[in-house]
């Protein structure tokens, strides 16, 4: 419960500073007025590529068949959203909230099981299946502070402390299973399954610091040309729920993780008027958490419900460019 509040309560401390009014300082060598408050609305377009979420798990009882089962979802999709900021030369607050755009994903999910004891490395069953993407979010929201001044940067170099919290919410449908089999004989059998397999929902909340680098080549022009780095580390809680839909019952596996997270941008921003600019982002981002494994099943004669920690990782890789039209008032 105390992690599902805690994007609603730091989006509200957000809202709070969004609304307080600006400190004039008198001193400030900022290209803006001391006390000029820029507030804008960002419209992004955002491609995912080379992406994806996998989970792995061991055998409970087997130390040697590690992993057992290993899932690997495919991420590439296009996504869109807005964001609202407000900047100011000491500090600035951003919401930024995006969605999916696109239901049919480009690649796949590759199911891996290696059940024998005695060749543990050779794999015996592998899946791969079509993938679409349900409803889904990235939330995001942040806040930062100048430290230009007292470092005594040069004009046009803005270095700033930020801190925020992200979350991501992922819903996979996989469909269309195609299966091979390999059985003792040596022989391969093939088995192909048609219509939904699996649904799968993965939740990751990130609570992230990081710096923030923004340098104007024509600090004396406003707005001007700007190019932005970030970077930032987070610590992760994830949570998966995999619900195997082909199985006789509630079918379930869930897994609930914990571990960190690395994310770097890269953006340009040119300005089309005083008030419009168009803009380019690059983003890396890469998580790794472990935890528990759960394995649940109702059907009559097939109950389950199970719980290990041993061989359970979690991880992701997301790599994206995006498009930005902003509006500046």
Request: glycine share 6%; proline share 6%.
């Amino acid at each position: 419960m105390k992690r599902i509040l805690s994007l609603p309560i730091f989006c509200l401390v957000l809202c709070c500073l969004f609304l307080l009014p600006d400190i004039s300082y008198a001193q400030d060598e900022s290209p803006l007025e001391p006390d000029q408050v820029v507030w804008s609305v960002e419209a992004k377009v955002k491609q995912l590529f080379d992406s994806y979420t996998s989970y792995e798990f061991a055998h409970p009882e087997v130390p040697v068949l590690s992993p057992l089962s290993r899932l690997e979802f495919s991420l590439n999709s296009l996504w869109g959203g807005v964001e609202v900021k407000r900047w100011t030369p000491k500090w600035s607050v951003s919401l930024e909230a995006m969605t999916n755009v696109q239901k049919n994903i480009d690649g796949i999910l590759a199911d891996s099981d290696w059940e024998n004891p005695y060749h543990p490395k050779k794999r015996t069953i592998y899946s791969e299946s079509t993938l679409r993407l349900e409803p889904s979010y990235m939330v995001n929201a942040s806040a930062d502070v100048s430290v230009a001044r007292l470092l005594s940067l040069p004009k046009g170099l803005d270095l700033r402390p930020a801190a925020g919290i992200r979350w991501q919410y992922f819903h996979f449908v996989a469909c269309d299973v195609t299966q091979w089999e390999s059985m003792p004989d040596g022989s391969t059998w093939r088995y192909l399954f048609e219509g939904d397999g699996i649904r799968f929902k993965q939740t990751y909340w990130h609570y992230f610091a990081g710096l923030r680098l923004d340098w104007q080549p024509m600090p004396e022009k406003n707005p001007g040309l700007k190019l932005s780095l970030e970077a930032d580390w987070a610590y992760v809680k994830g949570k998966n729920k995999d619900h195997h839909l082909l199985r006789e019952g509630n079918r379930i596996t869930e897994e609930t993780t914990d571990g960190h997270a690395w994310h770097a941008a890269l953006s340009l921003d040119v300005p089309l008027t005083e008030n419009f600019s168009i803009g380019a982002q690059a983003e890396y981002m890469t998580i790794d958490t472990s935890g528990s494994h759960r394995w649940f099943n109702d059907a009559p004669g097939y109950e389950v419900d199970e719980t290990w920690s041993n061989g359970v990782n979690v991880w992701s890789q997301q790599c994206s460019f995006s498009l930005m039209c902003t509006y500046y008032f």
